[in-house]
C-alpha cells in the first residue's frame, strides 16, 4: 500500500513558543531597556503604557512601542541594531541555549523533522539578537517589529502582535504560507495537502495571553504546553488553563536535557512519528478508493 518514498517520508512537526516567561524569565523589554531609558522603575513604565493604551483606544503592544521610542528620544538612538545588542543580553531559562539544536537532532534520529517557530507579543529585534537566534534555531520568528530608515532609525510600526492574531501564524505554519503579507493563508487546503496538521503542532506558553493559540492548538488535536517558573513553583495559572481545557500538559520552564519538558516533548515526538505513518497509509487506503472507484 505504502510507496518506498512514502514510508522515507518525515512528518514535521512544528513547536511554536511564546518568549517572554516561556523563554525568558521577564519580559525582554524590562531587561535594561527600560531601565537605561526611562527615569521610573519599571513597574511604572507598564502602568504609563496601560494608561496610553486605555485613554487612547489603543493596543496596548503599539502603546509599548511608541512608549519606547518616545523614551528612547534624546538618550539614545532608537536602532534596530541597538535593540538587537539588547536583545542579546537578555537572560533565558535554564537549557533554551541547547533546547533547539537537541530537539530538533533527536526529532531526526526517529523520523520527525522539528522546526522551532516564535510567536510573541515582543519585539521582533530583540528575540533576533538572542543567541538562540543568531544560531538559527527558528524557522521564523513571527513578532511585533519596526519599520526603519535608511539610517537604521525606527520610524513606525511594521508588526503589532497581540493575543488574538497571534492564532493567525499558526494557520501560515501549518500551510507552509509563512510569509506574513501572503494571502494564500486563505485559501483552501484539502487535509492532506496541510503541510503541517494541527495534530503535528506543539504551542507553549506561559499565561492567558497565550490561551487562543494554546485553544486552536488543542482543540484540533495538536499538544499544548503551559510553563510556570521553576524558581517560585506557582502553577496557579497552568492548573487553571488545564482546568478550562486550554492546555493539555504543563511542566516547569526547565529545558535542561532531561527535563519534564525534554522528556514531554520527546514522547511527543516519538507519538508523531508513529501517528504519521498510520496517517499515510489512511490516505494511500483513500486514493487507491478514489482510483478504483
Not at 259 to 264: C, G, K, V
Amino acid at each position: 500500500m505504502l510507496s518506498s518514498d512514502n514510508k522515507k517520508h518525515k512528518p514535521v512537526l512544528a513547536i511554536c513558543y511564546d518568549f517572554d516567561k516561556t523563554l525568558s524569565p521577564d519580559n525582554m523589554q524590562a531587561q535594561g531597556y527600560i531601565q537605561n531609558v526611562y527615569d521610573g522603575d519599571v513597574a511604572s513604565f507598564w502602568a504609563e503604557c496601560d494608561k496610553l493604551a486605555a485613554e487612547s483606544e489603543m493596543d496596548s503592544n503599539l502603546a509599548y512601542m511608541y512608549k519606547m521610542k518616545q523614551e528612547a528620544e534624546g538618550r539614545e538612538i532608537f536602532s534596530k541594531s541597538r535593540l538587537m545588542d539588547y536583545g542579546s543580553k537578555v537572560s533565558l531559562f535554564a537549557g533554551v541555549e541547547e533546547w533547539f539544536e537537541r530537539i530538533r537532532t533527536y526529532g531526526n534520529e526517529n523520523g520527525v523533522t522539528v522546526e522551532h517557530y516564535i510567536i510573541s507579543s515582543g519585539l521582533k529585534e530583540m528575540i533576533e539578537g538572542t543567541i538562540p537566534a543568531k544560531a538559527g534555531a527558528f524557522k521564523m520568528i513571527y513578532a511585533s517589529s519596526f519599520l526603519y530608515n535608511d539610517r537604521d532609525v525606527a520610524v513606525w510600526p511594521a508588526q503589532v502582535v497581540n493575543y488574538t492574531n497571534k492564532t493567525q501564524f499558526l494557520f501560515r505554519i501549518a500551510k507552509g504560507v509563512l510569509d506574513v503579507n501572503d494571502a494564500g493563508v486563505n485559501s483552501f487546503f484539502a487535509p492532506e495537502d496541510i503541510r503541517i496538521p494541527f495534530r503535528n503542532i506543539v504551542y507553549i506558553g506561559d499565561s492567558d495571553t497565550d490561551i487562543p493559540c494554546m485553544k486552536l492548538v488543542n482543540v484540533n488535536g495538536g499538544h499544548s504546553i503551559g510553563v510556570y517558573s521553576s524558581s517560585t513553583s506557582d502553577k496557579t495559572k497552568v492548573h487553571r488553563m488545564l482546568k478550562e481545557n486550554r492546555i493539555k500538559y504543563f511542566a516547569p520552564a526547565d529545558y535542561t536535557d532531561g527535563s519534564d519538558i525534554d522528556r514531554l516533548v520527546k514522547a511527543i515526538i516519538d507519538r508523531t512519528a508513529a501517528n504519521e505513518l498510520l496517517e499515510r497509509i489512511h490516505y494511500a487506503c483513500k486514493n487507491d478508493c478514489s482510483e478504483n472507484a
